[in-house]
């Protein structure tokens, strides 16, 4: 036997605590993991850090107002307990806002600019849904943020929203753009004719199509 036969296909894991030995930390991570800080998004990738004083973060951009990062350009302890907190997904990371999910009704964090959908409710590509009018299974193509009665049905003037069997749907739903690939042969999936539907029209299921 060779030393390779040996060897596991994947080193085993080491144990490890999820929470930070902050012995091992320098300064100003222990203290953000262990200091009392509010947190409260302000929008735009913005927070603000209440640690007594308070002082404005803008993550996107790395800056805080504290003299620690405005002054001597250090990664300050609110940076850091704001990625801390979005990581532990405490607050919304930049780009989404806390919001009820239009979908399932849950609080979650919803895209700032774009329709109500958590990220669980939101179609991707691929993910196979069932129309409710019409019980066909279509497979998703595209998850688009415009809404419904802005989109026009392709030579038509009738919008999403107005079309006749998307009546029962909200006007302001987001559309999703679809495709038919269980009924006829085709020979590339980009070859097959596109449909656009409000979202809530579409069931969604466990499936995915496989290409
Ligand atoms: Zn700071
Ligand atoms: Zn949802």
Redesign the pocket.
């Known amino acids: 036997m060779t030393h390779l036969e040996h060897t596991p296909a994947s080193p085993p894991r080491k144990k490890r605590p999820l929470a930070p030995d902050i012995r091992r930390l320098d300064d100003r991570s222990a203290r953000a993991w262990t200091e009392s800080m509010a947190v409260t998004p302000l929008g735009r990738g913005r927070y603000a850090v209440d640690a007594g004083d308070r002082y404005v973060v803008n993550l996107p951009e790395h800056r805080c107002s504290c003299p620690d990062a405005s002054i001597r350009g250090e990664t300050c302890k609110h940076l850091r307990r704001v990625a801390i907190e979005i990581t532990r997904h405490e607050v919304p990371p930049p780009g989404k806002r806390e919001g009820q999910?239009?979908?399932?009704?849950?609080d979650?964090f919803v895209p700032e600019d774009g329709p109500d959908?958590?990220?669980?409710?939101?179609f991707v590509a691929g993910d196979i849904a069932r129309d409710r009018e019409t019980g066909d299974r279509v497979v998703v193509v595209e998850s688009t943020d415009d809404p419904a009665d802005e989109w026009v049905v392709e030579g038509t003037d009738t919008t999403i929203a107005d079309y006749e069997t998307n009546e029962g749907y909200p006007s302001d739903d987001p559309v999703v753009v679809v495709v038919y690939p269980f009924s006829r042969r085709f020979e590339s999936f980009a070859d097959l004719k596109r449909y656009a539907f409000p979202h809530s029209r579409l069931e969604p299921t466990e499936e995915q199509f496989v290409v």
């Open positions: 999910c239009a979908a399932c009704g849950h979650r959908l958590c990220d669980d409710c939101r």
